[in-house]
Structure formats: C-alpha cells, structure tokens
T-cell receptor
Framework: AQTVTQSQPEMSVQEAETVTLSCTYDTSESNYYLFWYKQPPSRQMILVIRQEAYKQQNATENRFSVNFQKAAKSFSLKISDSQLGDTAMYFCAFMKHIQGAQKLVFGQGTRLTINP | DSGVTQTPKHLITATGQRVTLRCSPRSGDLSVYWYQQSLDQGLQFLIHYYNGEERAKGNILERFSAQQFPDLHSELNLSSLELGDSALYFC????????????FGPGTRLTVT
C-alpha cells in the first residue's frame, strides 16, 4: 500500500519569505501522480500543483513550485514570496495511474502560518 | 469555487440515526469520490463512482453506503451513527478523459451527539 509522510506538522515564516514543505512517499509503482492541496481555514480543499511521475521537469504554478526527486521518493513544495493568504494546512497526496479507479492517498498535513 | 456542490453544509444528529449527504459534480465530470476528514484518521478515501458504477472502495464502513444516480449526483448514506463518525465529508469530481485532478466540494460537517 502507498503511504505519504509529511514530517513537518507545523511551520511558520514571515511574509515575503520563501518556505519549503517536505513530503516523502512509498510506492512500488513507476507511473503515478503527486499533488499538493491547500486547506485554508474555510476548510475548502484547493488543488495547488500536480506532478506526473514520468515527467522529469518540476511543475510550477506562479509562486508555487515542486522539487520532485523520483529515486528518493521525495516531493517538496516551495512557496516563494509568501503571502498572508498562503496560511493554511497543506496536504501532499499520491495517486496511482490506473484507468477507471483512482483514489488519493494523503499525508497528515503541514500547518503553515505566514506572519505579517 | 470548484463547481462541486455539497449539501447540507452542516448536520447535527444523534447516535443511532441515519443521514444522507448529497454531492453534485462539476458539469461534464463523470467521476465522484467521497473522502472523510477526521482529527484522528486524517483524510481518507471512502469510495469512487464513475458514471453510475462503483469503481473503487477504500476504508468505508459497512454502515456506510453510496450511489451515483443517472444525473450523476451522488449520495453518501451513513447509518447507525456513532460519535466517531463525526467528521468533515468531502465529495470530489474529476473529468472523464483520463485527467488526474480531483476537484473538491466545500464539504459537509457532520456532528454526532
């Protein structure tokens, strides 16, 4: 079974700083997807970024980028120029590439606080 | 706004009761997923339906059941409720053309007293 581990329960940085959230996963699959989801105080789950395992290039979405190390089974999220609105729980998630039956396996989350 | 709707937003009920949570996927999406978020178990996958058919089951209790209707909305039925069933229940949907993204609804907060 796949597992996802986020080793940082909480992090706190100043506004405009850069912060990196860590995620490791365990799988024997070679083809899969990885995601970061954000859950602000509203509790809505918001997709931040997606990475396909077969792509060597790291995904980027504006201020959000990932460092995907397939051999090390590591998938960290970097937030540049952090903003107060980035304050949220961040969940790393794994999904096998299987047609027709898909499920997300989530880590335990990292609570990120951006201080003014 | 993800385009996925869930009703009700909040539900308070007593132990032993039965409730139904409803989800409408984004327009054009054929897949519906249900997840449970609780303090002790985190976010856990419950079940996946695709165009009316069950495709995958996770850690879903026998007291829980789900279905997806011809109009593609889905319902999650929780019966013989226990205190431990108190949680946030999310529905998500994804496009039919093999894309991997799942878009989440706002969730239903269930409190069992």
């Amino acid at each position: 079974a796949q597992t996802v581990t986020q080793s940082q329960p909480e992090m706190s940085v100043q506004e405009a700083e850069t912060v990196t959230l860590s995620c490791t996963y365990d799988t024997s699959e070679s083809n899969y997807y990885l995601f970061w989801y954000k859950q602000p105080p509203s509790r809505q789950m918001i997709l931040v970024i997606r990475q396909e395992a077969y792509k060597q290039q790291n995904a980027t979405e504006n201020r959000f980028s990932v460092n995907f190390q397939k051999a090390a089974k590591s998938f960290s999220l970097k937030i540049s120029d952090s903003q107060l609105g980035d304050t949220a729980m961040y969940f790393c998630a794994f999904m096998k590439h299987i047609q027709g039956a898909q499920k997300l396996v989530f880590g335990q989350g990292t609570r990120l606080t951006i201080n003014p | 706004d993800s385009g996925v709707t869930q009703t009700p937003k909040h539900l308070i009920t007593a132990t032993g009761q039965r409730v139904t949570l409803r989800c409408s996927p984004r327009s054009g999406d054929l897949s519906v997923y249900w997840y449970q978020q609780s303090l002790d178990q985190g976010l856990q996958f419950l079940i996946h339906y695709y165009n009316g058919e069950e495709r995958a089951k996770g850690n879903i209790l026998e007291r829980f059941s789900a279905q997806q209707f011809p109009d593609l909305h889905s319902e999650l039925n929780l019966s013989s409720l226990e205190l431990g069933d108190s949680a946030l229940y999310f529905c998500a949907s994804s496009p039919p053309w093999g894309a991997s993204e799942q878009y989440f609804g706002p969730g239903t907060r269930l409190t069992v007293t």
